[in-house]
């Protein structure tokens, strides 16, 4: 299993993610079939409580997952892997490049994009809160948050379960 998957600009090999025995830190999982994904085969994981949510390519997809044990779907022959969605791909490859070749700014604009179906943005700004990111420094639309935040926090925020993607705003100057 040494197939690469690509999510966020973040291309890893499979065989290099860490694995982990069961999905109880995050409602989210990355899922790569043998081969693509059949309406048979989505039907057999919907049993089990995968919603796919997204094909990433290489026939691997996003799925939500609530309940804890991932045994189930590593059990199905047609699943290659099935594992937590993890924090590290959250930010963007790009961005995550820039940090590394930067001197480390000590403040972003960045842009949390939020899983399908996470609407609770009160909920999220809560969270947020808790990092020590104030309401006022972030705006806020359907599925999008975006906050002004610190190096520290930005780590920190790639945990929040509800976040899919962080990019940093560009901003807009005339």
Known sequence: M??????????????????????GITRYILLKGESPINTEQKRQL???GVTIFEYLGQDSYL???????LQPIRDLSFVEYANIYHTYVKP????TEALQASQR?????IEIALHKG?????KILGRLGGLGI??????????KVRPRTSDEELRR???????RSIEPVVEMTL
Request: net charge negative; hydrophobic share 30%; charged share 25%.
């Open 134 to 143: 104030l309401r006022d420094d972030a705006s806020v639309n359907e599925d």
């Open 63 to 69: 799925c939500r997952y609530d309940p804890e044990d």
């Open 92 to 95: 963007s490859g790009s961005f």
């Open 105 to 109: 700014s000590s403040s972003y604009h």
């Open 2 to 23: 040494a197939e690469q998957v690509t999510t966020n600009g973040n291309a890893s090999s499979l065989a290099n993610l860490s694995s982990t025995p069961d999905a």
């Open 46 to 48: 919907a049993s089990l």
């Open 118 to 122: 996470e609407r609770d943005v009160d």
């Open 157 to 163: 925020i790639a945990g929040i379960d509800e976040a």
